[in-house]
Nanobody
Framework: DVQLQASGGGLVQAGGSLTLSCVVS????????IGWFRQAAGKEREGVSC????????VYAYSVKGRFTISSDNAKNTMYLQMNSLKPEDTAVYYCAAVSRDRGWDSCIPHGMDSWGKGTLVTVSS
């Protein structure tokens, strides 16, 4: 049974940093593409970043590139999203998600991911 549990959200001032964690179970991270998505109030869920630990390949949304870093610690069954230089427009509920690596990078979209964790709220004040 695939499960993901995100944590680490909170309130931070603009320009600050925050690290989100997502503990996973029921699958091997190496066999999956893992990702972070977010949904701001009144908006559609959007992709933030996806990562394949087997190939050490990461992709980022243009809006976060250079500020956010996705990673995983497979020994701890945990994925991370390091967020730096946060902006008020980064305010959203952040979700971790996963899809089998066999599905390919085209699955790195909200409707392409198979398994989701409950979200964690990130609020960036100006």
């Amino acid at each position: 049974d695939v499960q993901l549990q995100a944590s680490g959200g909170g309130l931070v001032q603009a320009g600050g940093s925050l690290t989100l964690s997502c503990v996973v179970s029921g699958f091997t991270i190496d066999d999956y593409i893992i990702g972070w998505f977010r949904q701001a109030a009144g908006k559609e869920r959007e992709g933030v970043s996806c990562f394949s630990s087997s190939t050490s390949t990461a992709v980022y949304a243009y809006s976060v590139k250079g500020r956010f870093t996705i990673s995983s610690d497979n020994a701890k069954n945990t994925m991370y999203l390091q967020m730096n230089s946060l902006k008020p427009e980064d305010t959203a509920v952040y979700y971790c998600a996963a899809v089998s690596r066999d599905r390919g990078w085209d699955s790195c979209i909200p409707h392409g991911m198979d398994s989701w964790g409950k979200g964690t709220l990130v609020t960036v004040s100006s």
